[in-house]
Nanobody, 126 residues
């Protein structure tokens, strides 16, 4: 399964964006899918994940209440709605699947997730 992230852009603080992650492959709906980011001078961070079975969402504390993850298996797409953006959210955002199953265990660090595509840039100005 290959994943492609898109939808990034430049917005002002307080703005919103919706990122899309399109998956290829007939079994793409089975896997847990996570969103991750790498900001300038910051550690790699898992921000959200959605399981492939019960569609249970998980969030990092840093984005809880502001970001929302969802999936449309009919379109092989996982979305990440970014609201109330701040300059701290500036980063390249990546999506990746759980290589081993439908859950989200390890998403905070990205352990067990991949492959990693090019990502999509989100830039938030103050």
């Amino acid at each position: 399964v290959q994943l492609q992230a898109s939808g990034g852009g430049a917005v002002q603080a307080g703005g919103s964006l919706r990122l899309s992650c399109v998956a290829s492959g007939s079994t793409s709906g089975f896997y847990g899918i996570g969103w991750f980011r790498q900001g300038p001078g910051k550690e790699f961070e898992g921000v959200a994940c959605i399981s492939g079975s019960a569609y249970t969402p998980y969030y990092a504390d840093s984005v809880k209440g502001r970001f929302a993850i969802s999936r449309d298996n009919a379109k092989n797409t996982v979305y990440l709605q970014l609201n109330s953006l701040s300059p701290e959210d500036t980063a390249v955002y990546y999506c990746a699947k759980n290589r081993y199953g439908s859950g989200c265990g390890g998403f905070q660090s990205g352990t067990g997730f991949g492959p990693w595509g090019q990502g999509t840039q989100v830039t938030v100005s103050s």
